[in-house]
């Protein structure tokens, strides 16, 4: 155990420097994959030109370059790019205050709200919120949920990890049956009701962009603040106690700010499944349990996965599908692979 602590102590700094370069290195193919190619030279030049605010000269090709650059695909790009770094982020979080391996940023049901209120948005089509109306009641659906989830879960004031499970179970099937329902009276509308449900990051816009990295930033300087009291809730509520910490206390604020910045993320993107599950695992299998590292290594991992993701789907094959398939087809297998190997050790070992 104690080599097994020393190396991982070892490959947290090389880890970090090697997600970030895998990181940027990504952010510049992608940029310049899809209909119009554009070469990784081309692609650092538009950076940079946007950065410093030197426009191309206009009628030339770097100008239908620039534009489809900085107004079509970086808007996409990065909030890909947020979104699997927040979904990983609240992932750790949730495995930790649970103190759960099947925990995910999905278990408490705040994605079964955000697509129960992202159909109604739908179904109704509501012309005086324009295309932002589908975000805000899927963020809004979320919210709901967890006030939901914890007043069934709470008990004299204090919540368990068990029951916090169990009503997110109880609210996720309500609300699955609810989904269902407005599938079945939708019509024509339940196409597009089922394509957002699936995940996807067209058409998104640097609004959306800004408004899940804002969430984003807030729930890491959160989650990173309270990263030593998490690593003691992992020995459980008793010990924890003796420790200083009130277990009911932290579980609360960080189970709020985990289901925030997965409301945000999912009212952006829709509904992105295992990307919250496998890249802890991924990240303590090779960095170790420690919160502390393992947060800011599962935020930039995460990043990278969905970046190429979307990559994938966007620019690779010959039509776009929704990115949830993609990630539930990748995701699912390699997570039964982790989970195998690590059973042997143990969660935190």
């Excluded at 490959?11 to 952010?27: A, D």
């Excluded at 919250?276 to 990240?283: D, K, S």
């Excluded at 947060?295 to 995460?302: E, M, Q």
């Excluded at 990278?304 to 993701?309: E, F, T």
């Amino acid at each position: 155990m104690a080599r097994k602590n020393r190396a991982s102590s070892y490959w947290g700094g090389p880890t970090f420097l090697i997600l970030f370069l895998v990181l940027i290195v990504s952010l510049i193919i992608s940029t310049g994959k899809g209909y119009i190619k554009i070469s990784p030279g081309t692609v650092v030049d538009i950076l940079y030109r946007g950065i410093i605010g030197e426009l191309p000269d206009k009628g030339t090709n770097l100008e239908i370059n620039y534009y489809v650059i900085w107004q079509v695909r970086l808007p996409r790009i990065l909030t890909a790019m947020v979104v699997g770094g927040s979904l990983s982020m609240a992932g750790v979080i949730f495995q930790a205050i649970l103190v759960n391996p099947l925990a995910d940023p999905y278990t408490l049901g705040v994605s079964a709200g955000a697509a129960f209120g992202a159909s109604i948005a739908l179904l109704l089509n509501i012309p005086f919120l324009g295309i932002y109306s589908v975000s805000i009641f899927a963020f809004f659906g979320a919210l709901l949920t967890l006030v939901a989830v914890i007043f069934l879960s709470s008990n004299s004031g204090d919540i368990s990890s068990n029951n916090l499970i169990l009503s997110g179970i109880i609210v996720s099937a309500i609300l699955a049956a609810c989904i269902s329902f407005i599938k079945y009276i939708a019509d024509e509308r339940v196409s597009v009701i089922i394509f957002w449900l699936m995940g996807s990051f067209n058409s998104k816009t640097w609004i959306e962009f800004f408004v899940v990295s804002i969430s984003t930033f807030i729930g890491f300087l959160i989650s990173f603040y309270f990263s030593r009291d998490i690593n003691l809730m992992t020995l459980g509520d008793r010990s924890a106690s003796a420790l200083g910490i009130s277990p009911s206390r932290l579980r609360i604020i960080l189970l709020i700010t985990a289901s925030m910045i997965t409301a945000v993320s999912v009212s952006v993107s829709g509904i992105i499944g295992f990307v919250g599950l496998v890249v802890p695992h991924l990240m303590r299998f090779i960095i170790g349990p420690d919160n502390r590292k393992l947060l800011p290594a599962s935020t930039l991992a995460g990043a990278v996965i969905l970046l190429w993701a979307d990559t994938i789907t966007r620019a690779f094959l010959p039509r776009e599908i929704p990115i949830g398939v993609l990630t539930a087809l990748i995701g699912g297998p390699f997570f039964c692979f982790i989970f195998k190997r690590r059973k042997n050790i143990g969660f935190y070992g």
